[in-house]
């Protein structure tokens, strides 16, 4: 069965804290995703990676970084966490194919203080 | 530009009542049109695509180039099926790109 986890379902962290979020997917998928989730503003795309060490920004890459050192890990980094920076964020990861499914992961849902 | 549009924030249906949930879209070439769903504290999941031409939980979609649109539709609502709704996009054999998404409609159904 597909897999995709996420270190943390709830986190809260302070404001100026350096914040890593974790992605794992078990599924061999080349492509891995970071998301945000907003109520109001659906799913907008923080940065995406198609390749170990590789990464391409999405629509709102300020304020993060991202980290692929792995195949099977991508991780999202706050670098100085701010309170617009509290949100739900959501991994996702596809496989290369016919087909343009991407599974997600169960979110994390951070809170900056 | 490359957009997709959910003009209803929230769609509140009784059990029995037929749904119809709208979605727009703007994109410059061939697209690739899905329906995600989420019910409540369950991660985000595929619904249907457009190219499969399916029907999944009673839900269906066709997708109308003329009109730019991808609704989402079920004749006979039910209480499991709140929950919120993303439409989405992507590039027709684009395979492992982004999805572009909607807002999202929150979907109620009330008996």
């Known amino acids: 069965d597909v897999k995709v986890t996420q270190s943390s379902r709830y986190l809260v962290k302070r404001t100026g804290e350096k914040v890593f979020l974790e992605c794992v997917q078990d599924?061999?998928?080349?492509?891995m995703f970071w998301y945000r989730q907003d109520p109001g503003l659906g799913l907008r795309l923080i940065y995406f990676?198609?390749?170990?060490?590789?990464?391409e920004k999405g629509d709102i890459p300020e304020g993060y970084s991202v980290s692929r050192e792995k195949k099977e890990r991508f991780s999202l980094i706050l670098e100085s966490a701010s309170t617009n920076q509290t949100s739900m964020y959501l991994c996702?990861?596809?496989?290369?194919?016919?087909?343009?499914?991407?599974?997600f992961g169960p979110g994390t849902r951070l809170t900056v203080l | 530009a490359q957009r997709v549009t959910q003009p209803e924030k929230l769609l509140s249906v009784f059990k029995g009542a037929p749904v119809e949930l709208k979605c727009n879209y703007s994109y410059s070439g061939s697209p690739e049109l899905f329906w995600y769903v989420q019910y409540s504290r369950q991660r985000l999941q595929l619904l249907l695509r457009?190219?499969s031409r399916e029907s999944i939980k009673g839900f269906t979609a066709d997708l109308n180039k003329g009109e730019t649109s991808f609704h989402l539709k079920k004749p006979f609502a039910q209480e499991e099926d709140s929950a919120m709704y993303y439409c989405a996009l992507s590039g027709l054999n684009q395979a492992g790109t982004a999805l572009i998404f909607g807002k999202g409609t929150t979907l109620s159904v009330s008996s």
């Open positions: 996702a990861s596809i496989s290369w194919g016919r087909y343009n499914e991407q599974f």
């Open positions: 457009h190219i």
């Open positions: 599924m061999d998928h080349e492509n």
């Open positions: 990676s198609y390749d170990v060490k590789m990464k």
